[in-house]
Structure formats: structure tokens, C-alpha cells
């Protein structure tokens, strides 16, 4: 039973770059949550997403953040023109339902470092 | 502005004794309470879950309970062991939203 799988672990940019970060849910979820989390602090809400529908974005960055979630693939958030500040450990979570009302299950997270 | 947090930043426990992790919300609204544990490098780890219809729920070796009236939110690990030694996260979220709320932890070290 494979757990949230997120791809990259870490990843290094330079200001300016783009930043792709891959989320696959556990099986039979079908609900994806991104979260950010800085240092010693909890994570905040992005955006979540069914498949080909993005539900709530209230926590996304007006600029530069995207993200999608095919009907085929992985979850993609996608950083454009990174700057410095955006540098942070980004966690996936899954549902198999709305998370209302049953626990998000998270990946292990990619640490975005930019130069 | 509604908010989840916790009222110690860290916890220091001896190895066998009983922990409690306390958090306060502050959203009236919200009806559905979960704590994560979180270890250096990995991703939250759901511990326990409790709806706002119940004030108290066990697990294996953890109690939640929640004060409703006072908007209170507790852990507790009974026998506290080395391997406990984590961040711990409450998290909640209210009818309507998916999105979960979380504070900013308890760093809870057991020692020998």
C-alpha cells in the first residue's frame, strides 16, 4: 500500500527559475491538498484539487503558483519566476473523499531551496 | 482572525510517563478535529481524528478529548516512548471547507 508519493525530495533553483513539484495521492484517493510549511511553524492550505477541477484555491498565491491535477498523472504545483521567499518544505495530502469529514493523508514533501 | 494554536511551544517528558499536548481553536464553526505527528523530515502522520459530536475518543495508547465550550483540544500518549519524540500538529477544519487549519505544533522530547 503505497503512501502519498512526492517527487522531488529536494530541489535547488536559482531566483528567476521555474519549479515543478510532482504529487501522486495514494490509491483510490481522489482528492489532492497542497500545503507549505516554513520552518518551526505549521503548514498553511494552498489549493485543492479533484481530478481536472481545481475545488479551492483560496490559499494560492495570486501570481507565479498553478496547480493541476490531470485526469492522468500526478498533481502538479507548479512555482514560475521563483524568488527567494518561496523557499519551503511543500506537502502534498490525499482523500479518497471531500476532507471535510476524514483525515488527509501527506506525503513526505519536496524542500524547495532557491538560490 | 480565526486561528489554531497551541499553548506550549515545547514539551519535555521522562520516558514511561503520560503526555498531554493541549490546543486551542478558535472558530466556533469548526466540527471536525485531527492531530498529526510530525518528525524531522517526513510529512505529517495522522495520529487521531475526533468530530465535534463527541468529546472523547482512544486510540492505542492516545486519548483526544475536546471541550467544545471552552474550545480546547487535547492529546494525550499514555507510556511515553522515545519513538513519541516529534512535533505534534492539531488541525481542524469547519463545515464547508476542505482546506485544514493547522497551528504551529508542540515539539514534545522524551528522555530516558
Known amino acids: 500500500n503505497a503512501g502519498v508519493m512526492q517527487n522531488p525530495r529536494h530541489l535547488v533553483r536559482r531566483r528567476g527559475q521555474e519549479a515543478r513539484l510532482r504529487c501522486s495521492p495514494m490509491?483510490?484517493?481522489?482528492?489532492v491538498y497542497w500545503y507549505r510549511q516554513l520552518p518551526e511553524e505549521g503548514l498553511k492550505f494552498m489549493v485543492y484539487?479533484?481530478?481536472?477541477?481545481?475545488?479551492?484555491e483560496s490559499g494560492m498565491p495570486k501570481e507565479r503558483f498553478s496547480a493541476e491535477f490531470p485526469k492522468e498523472g500526478p498533481s502538479i504545483l507548479r512555482i514560475q519566476q521563483v524568488v527567494r521567499g518561496d523557499s519551503a518544505a511543500y506537502f502534498c495530502?490525499?482523500?479518497?473523499?471531500?476532507?471535510?469529514?476524514?483525515?488527509?493523508?501527506f506525503g513526505d514533501g519536496t524542500r524547495l531551496s532557491i538560490l | 482572525g480565526e486561528s489554531v494554536g497551541l499553548h506550549l511551544p515545547t514539551l519535555s517528558v521522562q520516558e514511561g510517563d503520560n503526555s498531554i499536548i493541549n490546543c486551542a481553536y478558535s472558530?466556533?464553526?469548526?466540527?471536525?478535529f485531527i492531530w498529526y505527528k510530525q518528525e524531522s523530515g517526513k510529512g505529517p502522520q495522522f495520529i487521531i481524528d475526533?468530530?465535534?459530536?463527541?468529546d472523547k475518543r482512544q486510540g492505542q495508547r492516545v486519548t483526544v478529548l475536546l471541550n467544545k465550550t471552552v474550545k480546547h483540544l487535547s492529546l494525550q500518549i499514555a507510556a511515553t516512548q522515545p519513538g513519541d519524540s516529534a512535533v505534534y500538529f492539531c488541525a481542524e477544519n469547519n463545515w464547508g471547507r476542505d482546506a485544514l487549519n493547522f497551528g504551529k505544533g508542540t515539539s514534545l522530547l522524551v528522555t530516558p
Open positions: 475526533i468530530r465535534s459530536n463527541m
Open positions: 490509491k483510490g484517493h481522489s482528492h
Open positions: 484539487l479533484q481530478k481536472e477541477n481545481i475545488i479551492d
Open positions: 495530502a490525499s482523500s479518497p473523499g471531500p476532507g471535510r469529514d476524514q483525515p488527509q493523508h
Open positions: 472558530n466556533s464553526a469548526s466540527d471536525y
